[in-house]
């Protein structure tokens, strides 16, 4: 199956995109007041998110400031990653895409409510049975979250994770296994787009490679496949 039709590209070939690195767009623009930051080396409060950026990640001087932000013999998940500096361990890479809004037809969703702290509880019990990627404790802080609920019991959720300036990312979308087919992700997913586009944002997000099912819903709902991505679980020197 191909993965997306038309390719979104940059206004510049010449220059990078912030989606090209867009953990540190957020951390550096946006998200700033949530960063933990060292030089050109910064991350989300491990309760808060995972990841970890770089400025660069062609600078050693980078992870330089990385190793003293996290600590030696730290692992921690850094996007934007293609190679580690010598003393750097790989413990994995993971692969994937990230879609961008150029089609989409966003609208609220009646049904949904705003989720937030007092939801959390049941926010991470959705995401441990349905995998959708990193949710944590105060991930919710992060933007945005709604859910749609089935006599009490939240069945579905979506929300905003990264936000580089101009744009921001919906994540987090899942359904109980229990209700899937009903076209609920869909609409959580146009909902929180309304509310993105309200504020003058683009959505984007991002999906595993291997989500191929994840993927062409997304591009038939009118989003397109603008790259290929990667991000690196890796081992600071001891």
């Known amino acids: 199956m191909s993965t997306s039709v038309h390719h979104a590209t940059s206004p510049s070939p010449t220059e990078p995109h912030v989606l090209d690195n867009a953990a540190w767009a ?22 808060v998110s995972p990841f970890a950026a770089l400025e660069d990640p062609a600078d050693l ?6 190793a ?26 993971g692969e994937g895409v990230q879609l961008v809004d150029t089609a989409l037809y966003a609208e609220p969703a009646p049904e949904a409510v705003r ?19 990193p949710f944590l404790p105060r991930t919710v802080e992060l933007g945005t979250y709604l859910g749609i609920r089935d006599g009490g019991r939240l069945i579905a959720l979506a929300g ?11 994540s987090a979308v899942c359904t109980h296994p229990d209700h ?12 929180i787009a ?8 683009t959505p984007f997000l991002h999906a595993a490679a291997s989500n191929t099912n994840a993927i062409r819903l997304y591009e038939s709902i009118g989003f397109t496949l603008r790259r290929r991505t990667r991000f690196a679980l890796v081992r600071t020197p001891d």
């Open 115 to 133: 989720l937030g702290p007092a939801d959390v509880p049941e926010m991470l019990d959705l995401v441990a049975l349905t995998q959708p990627g």
């Open 68 to 93: 003293a932000l996290v600590g030696p013999g730290t692992v921690t998940p850094v996007t934007a990653v293609q190679a580690v500096p010598i003393g750097w361990q790989i413990e994995q890479f």
């Open 160 to 170: 905003e994770r990264l936000r580089p300036p101009g744009w921001t990312e919906i």
């Open 26 to 47: 957020a951390l550096t623009g946006p998200h700033a007041h949530l960063a933990e930051r060292t030089g050109r080396a910064a991350r989300y409060p491990t309760d």
């Open 180 to 191: 899937r087919g009903r076209g609920l992700a869909t609409r959580l997913v146009r909902a």
């Open 194 to 201: 309304a509310g993105i586009r309200e504020r003058g944002d």
């Open 61 to 66: 001087r980078a992870w330089d400031d990385l």
